[in-house]
């Protein structure tokens, strides 16, 4: 493994609720990305972390919030989760190198009840 | 916008009957195509970037190979351990700021003893 790890690996909440999903990383890599992954969606990109407090928007960003205080911390907040946002949620790390391959954690499942 | 389009969605093969897995793309300039198998509950874990046409990779039974449309991986005599989901991502040359990867829906590989 690439020294990722996502916590929690599971959880259940209410709809409403806020969550907040952690990744962290050993790997002292610039680039950090949250995706979700859905039945016949793929992998979506979320929300993208290009330094410590540089983060940016992806492709399926409504309802959710990054923030990246520290190299190795990259958090995603659902300020008020929704049915639509259950998921598996990967946590993905890339060094600086522009060619180099995304590294993933093992996912966060998250269902939202 | 890129796209990717894996074909077919789901294979099944017995032990030492090869096959290939499509990954047909549109991007408008390619920085890279990468590989990923994804086992259940597990995160993607990368096996090969490709850069440009006419490029090969291989790793033990696969091979991935590389057009201006698409990208094939061929599994050669496969094992029941090569049973996962396999996916496809590419890279465009403008995604400089957050090297960002369009991943296809995956390909679901099941061997059979």
């Known amino acids: 493994d690439a020294g990722i790890t996502q916590s929690p690996r599971h959880k259940v909440t209410e709809t409403g609720t806020p969550v907040t999903l952690r990744c962290h990383q050993t790997?002292?890599?610039?680039?950090m990305y949250w995706y979700r992954q859905d039945p016949g969606h793929g992998l979506r990109l979320i929300h993208y972390s290009y330094g410590v407090k540089d983060t940016d928007k992806g492709e399926v960003s409504d309802g959710y919030s990054v923030s990246r205080s520290k190299t190795e911390d990259f958090l995603l907040t659902l300020e008020s989760a929704t049915s639509s946002q259950t998921s598996v949620y990967f946590c993905a790390i890339r060094a600086v190198d522009g060619n180099s391959p995304l590294h993933f954690g093992n996912g966060t499942r998250l269902t939202v009840t | 916008e890129d796209q990717v389009t894996q074909s077919p969605e789901a294979l099944r093969l017995q032990e030492g009957e090869s096959s290939s897995l499509n990954c047909s793309y549109t991007v408008s300039g390619l920085r890279g195509l990468f590989w990923y198998r994804q086992d259940p509950g597990k995160g993607p874990e990368f096996l090969f970037t490709?850069?440009?046409a006419g490029e090969e990779k291989e790793k033990e039974r696969l091979k991935a190979t590389l057009t201006k449309k698409e990208s094939f991986l061929h599994i050669t005599a496969p094992k029941p351990e090569d049973s996962a989901t396999y996916l496809c991502a590419v890279q465009a040359v403008r995604n400089n700021a957050g090297n960002m990867l369009t991943f296809g829906g995956g390909t679901r590989l099941m061997v059979k003893p």
């Open positions: 790997e002292n890599h610039r680039y």
């Open positions: 490709l850069y440009s």
